[in-house]
Protein backbone atom coordinates (compact mmCIF):
# COMPACT_ATOMS: atom_id res chain seq x y z
CA UNK A 1 0.00 0.00 0.00
CA UNK A 2 2.91 2.58 1.00
CA UNK A 3 4.55 1.91 -2.40
CA UNK A 4 1.09 2.61 -4.15
CA UNK A 5 0.52 5.81 -2.79
CA UNK A 6 4.34 6.78 -3.45
CA UNK A 7 4.02 5.95 -6.81
CA UNK A 8 5.08 8.16 -9.47
CA UNK A 9 2.35 10.64 -10.18
CA UNK A 10 3.69 13.00 -12.60
CA UNK A 11 0.31 14.43 -14.34
CA UNK A 12 -1.82 15.95 -11.38
CA UNK A 13 -5.66 15.74 -12.50
CA UNK A 14 -8.69 17.75 -11.21
CA UNK A 15 -10.73 16.13 -9.29
CA UNK A 16 -14.67 15.93 -10.27
CA UNK A 17 -16.46 17.80 -7.89
CA UNK A 18 -18.13 15.38 -5.49
CA UNK A 19 -21.86 16.72 -6.56
CA UNK A 20 -23.61 17.91 -9.17
CA UNK A 21 -22.56 21.85 -10.15
CA UNK A 22 -25.91 23.33 -9.22
CA UNK A 23 -26.46 21.03 -6.00
CA UNK A 24 -24.58 23.80 -3.74
CA UNK A 25 -27.64 26.36 -4.78
CA UNK A 26 -28.74 28.44 -3.58
CA UNK A 27 -25.59 29.48 -1.02
CA UNK A 28 -23.08 28.53 -4.17
CA UNK A 29 -23.91 28.99 -7.45
CA UNK A 30 -23.78 26.66 -10.34
CA UNK A 31 -21.84 29.60 -12.43
CA UNK A 32 -19.60 29.92 -9.54
CA UNK A 33 -18.87 26.46 -9.39
CA UNK A 34 -18.35 26.05 -13.17
CA UNK A 35 -15.83 29.11 -12.71
CA UNK A 36 -14.25 28.40 -9.69
CA UNK A 37 -14.20 23.96 -10.13
CA UNK A 38 -13.56 24.12 -14.29
CA UNK A 39 -11.46 27.51 -14.61
CA UNK A 40 -9.78 28.28 -11.67
CA UNK A 41 -8.94 25.38 -10.24
CA UNK A 42 -8.08 23.66 -13.50
CA UNK A 43 -5.86 26.14 -13.79
CA UNK A 44 -4.10 25.43 -11.18
CA UNK A 45 -3.99 21.69 -12.24
CA UNK A 46 -2.38 22.76 -15.44
CA UNK A 47 0.05 25.24 -14.62
CA UNK A 48 1.38 22.91 -12.13
CA UNK A 49 1.76 19.78 -14.34
CA UNK A 50 3.49 22.36 -16.96
CA UNK A 51 5.87 23.69 -13.96
CA UNK A 52 6.39 20.68 -12.65
CA UNK A 53 7.54 18.58 -15.76
CA UNK A 54 11.60 17.89 -16.23
CA UNK A 55 11.66 18.74 -12.44
CA UNK A 56 12.79 17.01 -9.12
CA UNK A 57 8.97 17.12 -8.47
CA UNK A 58 7.98 15.46 -11.22
CA UNK A 59 7.34 12.33 -9.61
CA UNK A 60 6.32 13.55 -6.34
CA UNK A 61 2.63 13.34 -4.97
CA UNK A 62 0.73 16.60 -4.36
CA UNK A 63 1.34 16.68 -0.99
CA UNK A 64 5.04 15.90 -1.19
CA UNK A 65 5.30 19.15 -3.49
CA UNK A 66 3.05 21.42 -0.90
CA UNK A 67 5.83 20.62 1.77
CA UNK A 68 8.63 20.61 0.05
CA UNK A 69 8.27 22.97 -2.95
CA UNK A 70 8.83 27.16 -3.05
CA UNK A 71 7.86 30.05 -4.82
CA UNK A 72 5.47 29.24 -8.22
CA UNK A 73 5.44 25.50 -7.77
CA UNK A 74 4.79 25.94 -4.05
CA UNK A 75 1.53 28.22 -5.01
CA UNK A 76 0.17 26.12 -7.86
CA UNK A 77 0.38 22.67 -5.64
CA UNK A 78 -1.01 24.61 -2.75
CA UNK A 79 -4.19 25.83 -4.62
CA UNK A 80 -4.62 22.41 -6.48
CA UNK A 81 -4.85 20.68 -2.81
CA UNK A 82 -6.63 23.67 -1.19
CA UNK A 83 -9.13 23.48 -3.90
CA UNK A 84 -9.77 19.64 -3.56
CA UNK A 85 -10.15 19.93 -0.19
CA UNK A 86 -12.57 23.18 -0.46
CA UNK A 87 -14.79 21.19 -2.71
CA UNK A 88 -15.08 17.92 0.14
CA UNK A 89 -15.49 20.74 2.60
CA UNK A 90 -18.87 21.40 1.07
CA UNK A 91 -22.15 19.39 0.98
CA UNK A 92 -25.97 19.82 -0.42
CA UNK A 93 -26.27 17.92 2.70
CA UNK A 94 -25.35 19.55 5.59
CA UNK A 95 -25.56 17.72 8.83
CA UNK A 96 -24.89 19.30 12.46
CA UNK A 97 -22.10 18.39 13.84
CA UNK A 98 -21.27 15.09 15.33
CA UNK A 99 -21.25 14.96 19.23
CA UNK A 100 -17.43 14.24 19.44
CA UNK A 101 -16.60 17.33 16.96
CA UNK A 102 -18.84 19.17 18.76
CA UNK A 103 -17.33 18.77 22.24
CA UNK A 104 -13.99 19.57 21.23
CA UNK A 105 -15.62 22.99 19.43
CA UNK A 106 -17.07 23.66 23.16
CA UNK A 107 -14.08 22.97 24.72
CA UNK A 108 -11.73 25.52 22.38
CA UNK A 109 -14.38 28.11 21.41
CA UNK A 110 -17.24 28.13 23.74
CA UNK A 111 -19.77 27.13 21.78
CA UNK A 112 -20.11 26.13 17.81
CA UNK A 113 -21.66 29.88 17.84
CA UNK A 114 -18.48 31.52 18.83
CA UNK A 115 -16.37 29.34 15.94
CA UNK A 116 -18.56 30.35 13.53
CA UNK A 117 -18.16 34.31 14.56
CA UNK A 118 -14.51 33.81 14.91
CA UNK A 119 -14.05 32.41 11.63
CA UNK A 120 -16.77 34.85 9.86
CA UNK A 121 -14.29 37.65 11.92
CA UNK A 122 -11.29 36.39 10.42
CA UNK A 123 -12.86 35.66 6.87
CA UNK A 124 -13.92 39.67 6.70
CA UNK A 125 -10.38 41.11 8.54
CA UNK A 126 -8.71 38.84 5.96
CA UNK A 127 -7.14 41.51 3.86
CA UNK A 128 -6.50 40.26 0.19
CA UNK A 129 -6.69 36.54 -1.37
CA UNK A 130 -6.93 33.58 1.07
CA UNK A 131 -7.97 30.57 3.01
CA UNK A 132 -9.68 30.66 6.30
CA UNK A 133 -9.22 26.80 7.82
CA UNK A 134 -10.16 24.93 10.68
CA UNK A 135 -7.45 23.47 11.93
CA UNK A 136 -6.32 20.84 14.59
CA UNK A 137 -2.70 22.10 15.44
CA UNK A 138 0.22 19.36 16.77
CA UNK A 139 -1.11 20.21 20.83
CA UNK A 140 -4.37 19.39 19.92
CA UNK A 141 -5.64 22.74 20.30
CA UNK A 142 -8.53 23.31 17.53
CA UNK A 143 -8.21 27.04 15.69
CA UNK A 144 -9.07 29.19 12.92
CA UNK A 145 -6.22 29.65 10.87
CA UNK A 146 -6.10 32.17 8.41
CA UNK A 147 -3.87 31.65 5.62
CA UNK A 148 -2.39 34.14 2.32
CA UNK A 149 -2.59 33.30 -0.82
CA UNK A 150 -1.84 29.43 -1.40
CA UNK A 151 -0.86 29.08 2.24
CA UNK A 152 -1.88 26.14 3.85
CA UNK A 153 -2.01 24.32 7.12
CA UNK A 154 0.06 21.14 6.02
CA UNK A 155 2.73 23.98 5.99
CA UNK A 156 2.80 24.77 9.55
CA UNK A 157 1.69 20.87 11.19
CA UNK A 158 -1.91 21.23 11.35
CA UNK A 159 -4.31 19.03 10.18
CA UNK A 160 -6.92 20.65 8.53
CA UNK A 161 -10.30 19.58 9.15
CA UNK A 162 -12.59 22.33 7.25
CA UNK A 163 -11.50 25.15 4.85
CA UNK A 164 -13.41 27.82 3.40
CA UNK A 165 -12.04 30.16 0.03
CA UNK A 166 -12.24 33.74 0.67
CA UNK A 167 -10.28 34.16 -2.73
CA UNK A 168 -12.74 37.15 -4.69
CA UNK A 169 -13.56 34.42 -7.12
CA UNK A 170 -15.28 31.90 -4.81
CA UNK A 171 -17.98 34.62 -3.95
CA UNK A 172 -17.96 37.47 -6.17
CA UNK A 173 -20.39 35.96 -9.15
CA UNK A 174 -22.86 35.31 -6.12
CA UNK A 175 -22.63 38.10 -3.38
CA UNK A 176 -20.28 40.46 -5.25
CA UNK A 177 -18.17 42.20 -2.41
CA UNK A 178 -19.73 41.02 0.39
CA UNK A 179 -17.89 38.36 2.12
CA UNK A 180 -19.53 38.54 5.32
CA UNK A 181 -22.97 37.05 3.72
CA UNK A 182 -20.97 34.41 1.80
CA UNK A 183 -19.57 32.89 4.97
CA UNK A 184 -23.21 33.65 6.35
CA UNK A 185 -24.62 31.42 3.58
CA UNK A 186 -21.39 28.83 4.11
CA UNK A 187 -22.70 27.17 6.90
CA UNK A 188 -25.74 26.12 4.80
CA UNK A 189 -23.34 23.76 2.81
CA UNK A 190 -20.51 23.31 5.01
CA UNK A 191 -19.66 19.48 5.25
CA UNK A 192 -19.32 18.98 9.18
CA UNK A 193 -18.92 14.93 8.66
CA UNK A 194 -16.29 15.61 6.80
CA UNK A 195 -14.44 17.77 9.45
CA UNK A 196 -15.42 15.17 11.81
CA UNK A 197 -13.32 12.16 9.17
CA UNK A 198 -10.60 14.65 9.31
CA UNK A 199 -10.53 14.98 13.13
CA UNK A 200 -10.02 11.28 13.58
CA UNK A 201 -7.61 10.73 10.86
CA UNK A 202 -4.30 9.94 11.56
CA UNK A 203 -0.94 11.01 10.79
CA UNK A 204 -1.35 13.76 8.50
CA UNK A 205 -0.34 16.16 10.99
CA UNK A 206 3.23 15.59 11.15
CA UNK A 207 5.98 18.21 11.79
CA UNK A 208 6.54 19.27 8.20
CA UNK A 209 10.30 20.80 7.07
CA UNK A 210 8.90 24.70 7.20
CA UNK A 211 7.27 25.54 10.85
CA UNK A 212 8.87 28.94 10.49
CA UNK A 213 7.50 32.04 9.79
CA UNK A 214 3.82 31.49 8.79
CA UNK A 215 3.32 29.39 11.84
CA UNK A 216 4.49 32.35 14.09
CA UNK A 217 2.22 34.72 12.34
CA UNK A 218 -0.85 33.25 12.97
CA UNK A 219 0.29 31.54 16.37
CA UNK A 220 -1.70 34.78 17.75
CA UNK A 221 -4.93 33.24 16.55
CA UNK A 222 -4.61 30.92 19.14
CA UNK A 223 -5.33 33.13 21.83
CA UNK A 224 -8.69 34.16 19.97
CA UNK A 225 -11.20 32.44 21.36
CA UNK A 226 -14.12 35.18 19.76
MN1 LIG B 1 -10.54 29.41 -5.22
Redesign the pocket.
Known amino acids: MAHAARSPKAHHELPELPYAQDALEPYVSRETLEF?HGK??RGYVEALNGMISGTEFENSTLEEIVRNASGTVLNLAA?SW??SF?WKSMTPASKPVDDALKRRIQANFGSLSLLKQLFKRKAVEAFGSGWIWLVEMPDSRLMVLPTSNAENPLRVGGKALLTC?V?E??YYIDYRNDRAAYIDAFWNVADWSFAAQNLTRQGEASSPPDCGSLLRQKAMGASDRG
Do not use: C
Request: no cysteine.
Open positions: HHHQNHLDWHA
